[in-house]
């Protein structure tokens, strides 16, 4: 199963930039950015950070309110500070032992980085790889990684997989299921979530007067660590 699943990545494989480099620093940012953005959204916004910011010290030296707006449109904006403060602590002390110490990475974004920038055998488990570990009844070593995920975002989707183009199908005891959706995406239009997303683009833009603003969103967004006070005025972290 292994050797047949590296064989398809080997010609199917996608090329994405960040696989071009073994910069943890680089590898953080595409990671962090991935948690919640789809991969073609990611490429242009992850080239385009690391060109303004290039290294950990690089954006450690930036300000929150630059941090934020340049995270703009990616969704999830309190990723975007977790990475600045990742990046603070990466300048200020060097990159920990334990990767899960350096706000907002996790134990998947962590195993990602050691394996993808370190090369060390690790196998970073997201939900395509679990859900095709579950599926085949399989455990893949740790050079299987990217293997496995684009085979998770190509082929073994999460509802009707595409068992007749899968190199796993021969020894897949899942070949020619299909699933229910996991669960609803919850809707944006409307949702507190984009009056929060619409209110942090004004404020990115210029700052502007309580006031005029969504009360219950600036307070969220303050909560966050998004936006703060500047007497009566909201703004973007200085
Ligand atoms: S045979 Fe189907 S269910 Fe099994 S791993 Fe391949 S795509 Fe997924």
Redesign the pocket.
């Known amino acids: 199963m292994q050797d047949a699943l590296l064989d398809w990545y080997a010609t199917n494989g996608r090329d994405l930039p960040w696989r071009h480099t073994r910069d943890p620093y680089a590898i953080l940012v595409s990671e962090v950015m991935l948690q919640q953005t789809q991969v073609e959204r990611v490429i242009p916004r992850w080239l385009a950070w690391l060109e303004r910011w290039p290294t950990a010290a690089a954006l450690a030296a930036a300000s929150p309110g630059d941090v934020i707006r340049a995270w703009q449109g990616l969704g999830y904006n309190r990723r975007a500070l977790n990475l600045h403060r990742a990046a603070r602590a990466i300048a200020d002390h060097g990159w920990p032992d334990d990767l899960t110490e350096l706000p907002g990475v996790g134990a998947y974004t962590a195993a990602a980085v050691q394996s993808f920038a370190h090369g060390e055998a690790v196998l970073p488990v997201d939900t395509n790889v679990r859900?095709?570990q579950e599926?085949?009844g399989r455990a893949f070593g740790p050079e299987c990684g990217q293997a496995l995920m684009d085979?998770g975002a190509t082929?073994?989707?999460a509802r009707v997989?595409?068992?007749g183009v899968?190199?796993?199908?021969g020894g897949?005891?899942?070949?020619?299921?299909r699933y229910e959706p996991l669960r609803k995406q919850s809707r944006f239009e409307g949702s507190f979530r984009q009056r929060r997303a619409a209110l942090l683009r004004l404020v990115a833009e210029e700052p502007a007067p309580l006031a005029a603003l969504d009360r219950e969103a600036v307070d969220a967004l303050v909560r966050d660590g998004l936006v703060e006070f500047d007497g009566d005025v909201v703004r973007l972290p200085a």
Request: hydrophobic letters at 30%; one cysteine or more.
């Open positions: 859900r095709i599926r085949t085979l082929v073994c989707l997989p595409r068992c899968c190199p796993l199908a897949c005891p899942s070949r020619g299921r």
